[in-house]
């Protein structure tokens, strides 16, 4: 099980922190990952990391303003979201690929654990 949260309003150039705690299942992936989805759009992927080595990747698009980081010991997940951009309005989801599985991919496919998901609006 995942649980997202964190999303909310904030202005242009401002700043915000999701969270997503793991459990069950969904906790012992080691891949992780953040999505996001607007309106009319396709649901894209934002950042990931590997808990084992602790590898980060990044959507172009995020590059610089974005960090995903993970705390083993509470089992979360965070995404912390500098340098907001009207663009980077949308739903947010965290995803865990699963248990056994070692390998990244930015692929929303292979993700077999999904999040409920938490908005994050920014206005100009």
């Known amino acids: 099980q995942l649980q997202a949260s964190g999303g909310g309003w904030v202005q242009a150039g401002g700043s915000l922190r999701l969270s997503c705690a793991a459990s069950?299942?969904?906790?012992?992936?080691?891949?992780m990952g953040w999505f996001r989805q607007a309106p009319g759009k396709e649901r894209e992927f934002v950042a990931g990391i590997n808990r084992i080595g602790g590898s980060t990747y990044y959507g172009e698009s995020v590059k610089g303003r974005f960090t995903i980081s993970i705390d083993n010991a509470k089992n979360t997940v965070y995404l912390q979201m500098n340098s907001l951009k009207p663009e980077d309005t949308a739903v947010y989801y965290c995803a865990a690929r699963g248990t056994g599985i070692t390998v990244f991919t930015r692929a929303k496919q292979q993700y077999k654990f999904w999040g409920q998901g938490t908005q994050v609006t920014v206005s100009s």
């Open positions: 069950g299942r969904a906790g012992s992936s080691a891949i």
